[in-house]
């Protein structure tokens, strides 16, 4: 079977259900960004809700890089490692070297219904094959590793489920 190349792709929603404490930082400080910077393109207080904003005030949809700010010391602490996702063995192995930011809904008035969301996208990876929901993977920077003599390929690989909000990003097949 070709080697296919894949990129995963984790989407972390934060609200006010968060339980960790880095979750509630991010929400918290991303909150408060948001406060801050919805004045810029609200100065009429015209408008509560951040869906109200993109509607009546296109420019608002600045507001995601904006407060994004907020969120990008908390991604560093994570030492690009994936949050969330562990392999069988219930340790982290997926790493990431980009993200996306978005406010999904947040209001004016109430911290409540402050939702965001960070998309990571993996390094990445080779998909060697699948059992139920289960996929073997490794880094695909072992492609690069020469063989010589009789070595056969030997991959360090990892075993991950399949779950609700991690998918399938790109797929090549090598």
């Known amino acids: 079977m070709a080697n ?11 609200d006010t259900h968060a339980e960790g404490a880095w979750e509630k930082m991010v929400f918290n400080d991303t909150y408060s960004e948001f406060l801050l910077q919805a004045q810029n393109f ?12 993109l ?35 219930g340790r982290q192995f997926l790493t990431f070297k980009s993200f996306h930011f978005e406010i999904i809904n947040s ?21 060697h094959d699948s059992a139920c929901n289960y996929m073997l993977v490794s880094a695909a ?7 010589t003599g009789d070595e056969q390929e030997t991959y360090t690989t990892d075993m991950v489920q399949l779950q609700p909000f991690f998918t399938i990003q790109t797929l090549k097949k090598g």
């Open 4 to 14: 296919r190349i894949i990129t995963f792709c984790y989407r972390k929603i934060i």
């Open 141 to 147: 920077h072992n492609l690069e590793l020469p063989v």
């Open 55 to 89: 509607r009546y005030v296109p420019e608002s949809v600045k507001l995601h890089y904006l407060v994004s700010a907020a969120a990008v010391g908390y991604l560093q602490q994570l030492n690009e490692r994936v949050p969330d996702i562990l392999n069988i063995l």
């Open 107 to 127: 209001d004016l008035t109430t911290a409540a219904n402050h939702q965001v969301a960070i998309n990571f996208y993996s390094e990445p990876m080779i998909w």
């Open 42 to 53: 609200n100065p009429e207080k015209k408008h509560t809700t951040f869906s109200s904003l």
